[in-house]
């Protein structure tokens, strides 16, 4: 089992729609969860961070944590052609540095 | 990309031949990383540092050396390329206290 696993896609969403883009980890000291953005042969951007369970907003995005049944996610709103990218989930355990990455989901926004 | 630059950005050797790496930051971040990115495994640590001569192994560390004698400055050497080590390399720098990471542009390297 990875420990952090996403489905690698493509998933494909229309132009306006919210995309929903899924992770779940295995270690259970996990407190620390990460959303990149990696456009095709660019570096991967930071998009989004949580830390406590529930939701967090940052303009049409939306982090969604859960630890308990151990997932995080991801939406936009209002999806962009711009959006369509490789997603990156990341995690770590409370003041460890070293960050583990799933394989990453490929969003393509159909216009 | 938060005051990181690789170089070479891009870089095609023979197998067998040492190839190093450069990693240059200016906003004196004390953590810097190395992943390579292969498809289907994602991003990979290779190595990392906490501080100046201060380093420890990924979990991909085999074949891979490191030096950090300057802040800024995180080398990653493979000391005889071979044909697996082909792959994207990425450089991150992490602030202190958090754990958030930043990434450089890249480095693609290729060893025929």
């Known amino acids: 089992q990875k420990e952090v696993e996403q489905n690698s896609g493509p998933l494909s969403v229309p132009e306006g729609a919210i995309a929903s883009l899924n992770c779940t980890y295995s270690d259970r000291g996990s407190q620390s969860f990460f959303w990149y953005r990696q456009y095709s042969g660019k570096s991967p951007e930071l998009i989004m961070s949580i830390y406590s369970n529930g939701d967090k907003e940052d303009g049409r995005f939306t982090a969604q944590l859960n630890k308990a049944s151990q997932y995080v996610s991801l939406l936009i709103r209002d999806s962009q052609p711009s959006d369509s990218a490789t997603y990156l989930c990341?995690?770590?355990?409370?003041?460890?540095?070293?960050?583990?990455f799933g394989t990453g989901t490929r969003l393509t926004i159909i216009p | 990309d938060a005051g990181i630059t690789q170089s070479p950005r891009h870089k095609v050797t023979e197998t067998g031949t040492p190839v190093t790496l450069r990693c240059h930051q200016t906003e004196n971040h004390r953590y810097m990383y190395w992943y390579r990115q292969d498809p289907g495994h994602g991003l990979r640590l290779i190595h990392y540092?906490?501080?100046?001569?201060?380093?420890d192994k990924g979990e991909v560390s085999d074949g891979y050396s490191v030096s950090r004698s300057k802040t800024e400055d995180f080398l990653l050497t493979l000391e005889s390329a071979t044909s697996s080590q082909t792959s994207v390399y990425f450089c991150a720098i992490g602030l202190a206290g958090q754990e958030t990471q930043y990434f450089g542009p890249g480095t693609r390297l290729l060893v025929l």
């Open positions: 990341a995690v770590t355990r409370f003041g460890n540095e070293k960050l583990t």
């Open positions: 540092s906490y501080g100046v001569k201060d380093t």
